[in-house]
């Protein structure tokens, strides 16, 4: 169970040793107890790119300012085009719980019905798009406003109205159905009473009707035509017969006999003028319908091509003699013809889903829709004994009357989509229920993975062991890559389940040990657990010893938290923190041996006495330390090396400062109060601006720099060590050093 990635990329973010990882600092193994999945935790300090992590395995795909390169056990490769990560990110600035319901609610029951649910919406989408393609294609109906759709509206029993409506709302465009109910729908098509019997109908007829219905209409004017207005005119059969002539006298304009019997005494312009001249008498005679009648029935090109009706012969006689019995015939045929296809239109409807399980999957889903929800009982229990139980709101879980699915409700309002302030919550409230959502929602994803991006950031003590467990029970199917500067973190997960993730610490430095650096077991213990530091520092199993490579700068490093144990481990009238705090503090004259010290505190004797001043702390060489075997301890050993040079960097500050600006120094002084009495002035004094920036400068630096040697208030000698990055801690020395020059210049001007 291990990921091995062999880049990452994210512009300019990471350090050049991304882009070719090995395993050896691209291995992220997850440690896995009794559960399909398993956790790993990368311990990452502000600003090594943490986030940026979280937002490369995010992408969806490969650029060249963003991706990244895996292999999993079973040597795949993985990139942003797998999809395999879900991301958690800070719920800060979530406004609002997104998705759906079953996004969230996975208990075996609405996992079925929401399967059937998606089959039968999948099953509905597919008849529909499918329905229309036919109609479009079988019987050129793609528009409400089709003449063959609008005859099923002539047709008032109600069967016949419900079949308009649903296939009116299946071919339009902007709805597709969607506005069908799908129970009435379905109950309507299993009513055989429901469903026409077309006639048997000429293939040839049908076809022509169909094609005529969307072309030339003339169908449509046929049975719309009122007989009884059509005026009687014998001329009307000329009409026809001046334009074929007219045609043959314009084609052919210079012949000297006529074209048909070879007469010579022939004169086609006088001809041709009679024809056009007669042809627009009998035109011009007859009344305005019978007039539509001829251009747009008799006329019709397409009754040239095809007429298996014989609606040509049929209207021109009736026009020429008056005989209304053919058409009336006619009509009556065609009608026929209109009402047995769209009765096929219709019964398409009714074969919609054959060859489908809809009718089962419908069934059963509404079998399953008439019962109460179900949860898995730890979902429940998650939902009504861990989420509720900290938000002093009920969210409830009920069934949408109208739509059939489950709500998640906080009071009468619905959670998801829900904008944070109208929810009434406090921010840590709001926080943690975007929180716990996010991770039932990564608990139902199918992607393999599952990164939190800092998931307890935001949050307080009340909320932090919550989101462990949590963390823990929720995921354990999934593999879980749970980024974070926070040791707290680290130790919970560890309280929630001993020994339940493998420790990773992220370097991002120029020219550094870059990558996923892991932490070995021994020193996750020492991290998370105070007892077992305490018991190194005892060198119980002769575990220390051996791996100090220089005794003296060990003991020098270890002044400051030996200063902080003596606080709170010995009694009161013991001057061990009184003679330490001689040796931190400018105003220790003389040096004290530290090994006596040493073994009062931890029991272990170093035998050969050790003597420490302020002076030999300020005389270090910070480039040349060598504390511990770094093959044994890393983590411990760089933790050592970086809290001596705050140690030392404190002492020099405190050391210039005093010698500087003539301070009398004494062992209630804190470099809080020497940075103050070193630069206090008034705006009218001389210098003012100088000793304002450098006493802005100090003061910004001393919470750090006395957080690394006062370990009274919280005995962890990790942090704030293990916060700071190797480019980082340089810079802070070039920039304290760089300053205190400044001072130094600044203060003999003054002076002079």
Same mark, same amino acid.
């Given at each position: 169970?291990?990921?091995?990635?062999?880049?990452?990329?994210?512009?300019a973010?990471?350090?050049?040793?991304?882009?070719?990882?090995?395993?050896?600092?691209?291995?992220?193994?997850f440690?896995?107890?009794?559960?399909?999945?398993?956790?790993a935790?990368?311990?990452?300090?502000?600003?090594?790119?943490?986030?940026?992590?979280a937002?490369v395995?995010?992408a969806?795909?490969t650029?060249?300012s963003?991706?990244?390169?895996?292999?999993?056990?079973?040597?795949?490769?993985l990139?942003?085009?797998s999809?395999?990560?879900?991301?958690?990110?800070?719920q800060?600035?979530?406004?609002?719980?997104?998705?759906?319901?079953?996004?969230?609610?996975?208990?075996?029951?609405?996992?079925?019905?929401?399967e059937?649910?998606?089959r039968?919406?999948?099953?509905?989408?597919?008849a529909f798009?499918a329905?229309?393609?036919?109609?479009?294609?079988d019987?050129?109906?793609?528009k409400?406003?089709?003449?063959?759709?609008?005859?099923?509206?002539? +047709?008032?029993?109600?069967?016949?109205?419900?079949s308009?409506e649903y296939?009116r709302?299946?071919?339009n465009?902007?709805?597709?159905g969607?506005?069908?109910?799908?129970?009435?729908?379905i109950?309507?098509?299993?009513?055989?009473?429901?469903?026409?019997?077309p006639?048997?109908?000429?293939?040839?007829?049908?076809?022509w009707?169909?094609?005529d219905a969307?072309?030339?209409?003339?169908?449509e004017k046929?049975i719309?035509?009122?007989?009884? #207005?059509?005026?009687?005119?014998n001329? *009307?059969?000329q009409?026809e017969?001046h334009?074929?002539?007219?045609?043959?006298?314009?084609k052919y304009?210079y012949?000297?006999?006529?074209?048909?019997?070879?007469? $010579?005494?022939?004169n086609g312009?006088?001809?041709l003028?009679?024809k056009?001249?007669?042809?627009?008498?009998?035109?011009?005679?007859?009344?305005?319908?019978?007039r539509e009648l001829?251009?747009?029935v008799?006329?019709?090109?397409? +009754?040239?091509?095809?007429?298996?009706?014989?609606i040509k012969?049929?209207?021109?006689a009736? *026009?020429?003699g008056?005989?209304?019995?053919?058409?009336?015939?006619?009509q009556s045929?065609l009608?026929i013809?209109?009402?047995?296809? #769209?009765d096929?239109?219709?019964?398409?409807?009714?074969?919609?889903f054959d060859?489908t399980?809809?009718?089962?999957?419908?069934d059963?889903y509404?079998?399953?829709?008439?019962?109460?929800?179900?949860?898995d009982?730890?979902?429940l229990?998650f939902?009504e004994?861990v989420?509720?139980?900290?938000i002093?709101?009920? *969210?409830?879980?009920?069934r949408d009357?109208?739509?059939?699915?489950y709500?998640?409700?906080?009071g009468?309002n619905?959670?998801l989509?829900?904008d944070?302030?109208?929810m009434e919550?406090s921010?840590?409230?709001?926080?943690?229920?975007?929180?716990?959502?996010?991770?039932?929602?990564a608990r139902?994803?199918?992607?393999?993975?599952?990164v939190?991006?800092?998931?307890?950031s935001?949050f307080d003590s009340v909320?932090?062991?919550?989101?462990?467990y949590?963390i823990?029970?929720?995921?354990?199917?999934k593999?879980?890559i #749970?980024?974070? $500067?926070?040791?707290d973190?680290?130790?919970?997960l560890?309280?929630?389940?001993?020994?339940?993730?493998n420790?990773?610490i992220l370097n991002?430095?120029?020219h550094?040990?870059?990558?996923?650096?892991p932490?070995?077991?021994y020193?996750?213990?020492l991290?998370?657990?105070?007892h077992?530091?305490?018991?190194l520092?005892?060198?119980?199993n002769n575990?220390? #010893?051996?791996?100090?490579?220089?005794?003296r700068?060990?003991?020098?490093?270890?002044?400051?938290?030996?200063?902080?144990?003596?606080?709170?481990?010995?009694?009161?009238n013991d001057?061990?923190?009184?003679?330490?705090?001689?040796?931190m503090?400018?105003?220790?004259?003389?040096?004290?041996?530290?090994?006596?010290?040493?073994k009062?505190?931890?029991?272990?004797?170093?035998?050969?006495?050790?003597?420490?001043?302020?002076?030999d702390?300020?005389?270090?060489?910070?480039?040349?330390?060598?504390?511990?075997?770094?093959t044994?301890?890393?983590?411990?050993?760089?933790t +050592?090396?970086?809290?001596?040079i705050?140690?030392y960097l404190?002492?020099?500050?405190e050391?210039e400062?005093?010698?500087?600006?003539?301070i009398?120094?004494?062992?209630?002084?804190?470099?809080?109060?020497?940075?103050?009495?070193?630069?206090?002035?008034?705006?009218?004094?001389?210098?003012?601006?100088?000793?304002?920036?450098?006493?802005?400068?100090?003061t910004?630096?001393k919470?750090? +720099?006395n957080?690394f040697n006062?370990f009274e208030?919280?005995?962890?000698?990790?942090?704030p060590?293990?916060?700071?990055?190797?480019?980082a801690?340089?810079?802070?020395?070039?920039?304290?050093?760089?300053?205190?020059a400044?001072?130094?210049?600044?203060?003999?001007?003054?002076?002079?």
């Amino acid at each position: 169970m291990r990921l091995v990635f062999s880049s990452i990329i994210n512009g300019a973010i990471f350090e050049p040793e991304f882009q070719a990882l090995t395993p050896a600092n691209g291995t992220i193994e997850f440690k896995h107890l009794n559960t399909p999945g398993g956790i790993a935790v990368v311990y990452a300090p502000n600003g090594t790119g943490k986030s940026s992590i979280a937002k490369v395995l995010d992408a969806e795909t490969t650029t060249t300012s963003m991706s990244f390169s895996a292999t999993d056990d079973a040597g795949i490769t993985l990139g942003p085009e797998s999809h395999k990560f879900h991301i958690i990110l800070d719920q800060i600035n979530r406004n609002i719980i997104p998705g759906k319901e079953t996004d969230y609610l996975i208990g075996q029951q609405i996992r079925h019905e929401y399967e059937l649910r998606d089959r039968i919406n999948a099953a509905f989408v597919e008849a529909f798009t499918a329905l229309s393609a036919k109609y479009k294609s079988d019987f050129k109906v793609s528009k409400v406003r089709d003449f063959l759709l609008s005859q099923i509206n002539t +047709l008032r029993t109600e069967s016949y109205q419900k079949s308009y409506e649903y296939i009116r709302s299946i071919i339009n465009t902007r709805t597709h159905g969607n506005d069908i109910d799908q129970s009435d729908f379905i109950s309507f098509i299993r009513n055989n009473a429901n469903c026409p019997h077309p006639h048997e109908i000429e293939p040839q007829k049908k076809t022509w009707l169909i094609t005529d219905a969307s072309n030339a209409k003339i169908v449509e004017k046929i049975i719309n035509l009122n007989h009884n #207005v059509i005026i009687v005119n014998n001329e *009307i059969i000329q009409i026809e017969r001046h334009d074929d002539a007219i045609t043959l006298l314009k084609k052919y304009p210079y012949l000297d006999s006529c074209i048909v019997c070879d007469n $010579h005494d022939f004169n086609g312009n006088m001809i041709l003028t009679r024809k056009v001249e007669n042809r627009k008498r009998i035109y011009d005679s007859l009344d305005q319908n019978t007039r539509e009648l001829l251009d747009k029935v008799v006329m019709d090109n397409s +009754l040239i091509v095809s007429d298996p009706f014989r609606i040509k012969q049929i209207i021109s006689a009736f *026009i020429a003699g008056g005989n209304a019995a053919e058409l009336i015939a006619l009509q009556s045929e065609l009608n026929i013809y209109v009402h047995a296809i #769209v009765d096929e239109m219709i019964v398409a409807l009714f074969h919609c889903f054959d060859g489908t399980r809809l009718f089962q999957d419908f069934d059963e889903y509404n079998a399953l829709v008439a019962t109460q929800p179900q949860l898995d009982s730890e979902e429940l229990l998650f939902i009504e004994d861990v989420i509720n139980e900290n938000i002093g709101k009920d *969210i409830s879980i009920i069934r949408d009357p109208d739509s059939k699915n489950y709500k998640l409700k906080l009071g009468n309002n619905d959670l998801l989509g829900m904008d944070r302030g109208s929810m009434e919550l406090s921010s840590g409230e709001q926080n943690f229920i975007s929180l716990a959502f996010e991770l039932l929602m990564a608990r139902h994803s199918t992607k393999e993975y599952v990164v939190l991006d800092d998931p307890i950031s935001s949050f307080d003590s009340v909320y932090k062991n919550k989101i462990a467990y949590c963390i823990i029970k929720f995921l354990e199917n999934k593999k879980q890559i #749970v980024l974070t $500067h926070n040791i707290d973190l680290i130790r919970l997960l560890n309280v929630q389940l001993n020994n339940c993730f493998n420790l990773y610490i992220l370097n991002n430095v120029e020219h550094g040990n870059n990558g996923f650096i892991p932490v070995g077991e021994y020193e996750k213990k020492l991290l998370i657990n105070l007892h077992e530091l305490i018991a190194l520092f005892q060198n119980k199993n002769n575990c220390l #010893v051996p791996a100090i490579r220089n005794r003296r700068q060990f003991l020098m490093s270890m002044v400051p938290f030996m200063r902080g144990y003596a606080h709170i481990a010995i009694d009161q009238n013991d001057d061990v923190f009184g003679q330490l705090s001689g040796i931190m503090h400018g105003y220790g004259t003389g040096g004290i041996d530290v090994v006596p010290i040493y073994k009062k505190l931890f029991g272990y004797d170093f035998g050969a006495s050790e003597a420490i001043s302020v002076d030999d702390i300020l005389n270090i060489n910070y480039n040349q330390l060598d504390i511990l075997d770094l093959t044994i301890f890393p983590l411990l050993g760089n933790t +050592l090396k970086q809290t001596l040079i705050y140690y030392y960097l404190r002492m020099k500050v405190e050391k210039e400062l005093v010698d500087s600006f003539g301070i009398t120094a004494h062992d209630m002084d804190t470099l809080n109060q020497i940075i103050q009495r070193a630069f206090r002035c008034e705006e009218t004094d001389p210098g003012y601006e100088q000793k304002r920036k450098f006493r802005v400068f100090f003061t910004s630096r001393k919470t750090l +720099l006395n957080e690394f040697n006062h370990f009274e208030g919280n005995m962890n000698i990790f942090q704030p060590a293990i916060d700071i990055t190797q480019a980082a801690l340089q810079k802070e020395i070039t920039d304290i050093e760089s300053e205190l020059a400044a001072v130094r210049l600044f203060a003999v001007n003054a002076i002079t």
